[in-house]
């Protein structure tokens, strides 16, 4: 009786012959390695006193409130640091941490962000600020995100030889952006799966100039978000851990997604500060 299932002789199929020179090697793009995940890390305050560092903690247990807030309600709640003295400051700051968002806003004062090992939680510093701000994103990322910082020169920008498909995506992002509205679905224009140039590229960085606002997010590689100076606008970048460019694209939206820290994050940075207040304690 003849077997209804053959074994495919040896010798054959991917891999089983040896390559020659004229051939060429299967290679797969590096693939992300490390990602940074959340640890508690627990301050060390073994040579202060409990009434010493009673200020910080009072803060960090109304940080922790505001989180669960402001995940209800939206908006955003501040709380000034520059009334702590030097054990509370570091305290709080050991507490915090640093988390995988930043950004610089060059706006009038230039502020920096920097998100905390809580998302949601954000550390604000600038001239005359230094506070803890609890939101989504800071709400100066989206006031001042296209204010001037190198101009646009829209469709006065030369075209020089090789720019194809530039100006009709400049139209329309342009387009989009009078257009926007706060309820009106994300529009996403892929230069990655868009025919372009090296040209297009660079014609659209100076047809749209760049706004007051660059985000960096890190964590499966790194997350580069630029506002430009056209409303709405942004560009996002996405690069794998060797730093190599995956995704490329134009965002119509009052911030990218990706920076921003959901509700369920926010609830859930509460719990973990409260947790962290209690082993303290």
């Known amino acids: 009786m003849t077997n209804p299932f053959m074994m495919p002789p040896t010798g054959f199929g991917p891999g089983s012959q040896p390559l020659d020179h004229n051939d060429e090697k299967l290679e797969y793009m590096p693939l992300p390695q490390d990602m940074r995940t959340y640890s508690p890390s627990l301050p060390e305050i073994d040579e202060l006193e409990p009434d010493q560092i009673g200020p910080a903690m009072a803060l960090l247990g109304q940080v922790a409130a505001a989180c669960v807030e402001v995940a209800e309600t939206g908006g955003m709640q501040t709380f000034d640091l ?100 706060i309820d009106a679905p994300l529009h996403v224009v892929n230069m990655s799966l868009l025919p372009h140039t090296e040209e297009d590229l660079l014609w659209l960085d100076q047809a749209l100039g760049e706004g007051a606002v660059t985000i960096l997010s890190r964590g499966y590689g790194n997350c580069r978000i630029t506002s430009t100076t056209v409303p709405h606008v942004w560009r996002v970048q996405f690069f794998n851990s060797m730093d190599t460019l995956i995704l490329d694209t134009f ?11 959901a509700d369920e994050d926010l609830v859930d940075s509460g719990a973990r500060i409260l947790s962290v207040l209690e082993a303290i304690q």
Do not use: M, Y
């Open 82 to 181: 520059r009334g702590f003295d030097a054990a509370n400051r570091t305290l709080i700051a050991e507490t915090l941490g640093e988390g995988e968002v930043s950004a610089k806003v060059r706006a009038v004062p230039a502020i920096a962000l920097q998100e905390s090992v809580f998302a949601g939680v954000w550390c604000a510093k600038g001239d005359g600020i230094d506070r803890i701000e609890v939101a989504a994103i800071p709400p100066c990322v989206h006031e001042d995100a296209f204010a001037v910082h190198k101009p646009g020169l829209g469709n006065a920008t030369p075209l020089a030889a090789g720019v194809v498909n530039a100006p009709p995506l400049l139209i329309e992002l342009h387009d989009k952006s009078k257009g926007f509205r």
């Open 251 to 261: 965002e119509v939206t009052t911030v990218p997604e990706v920076a921003l820290a």
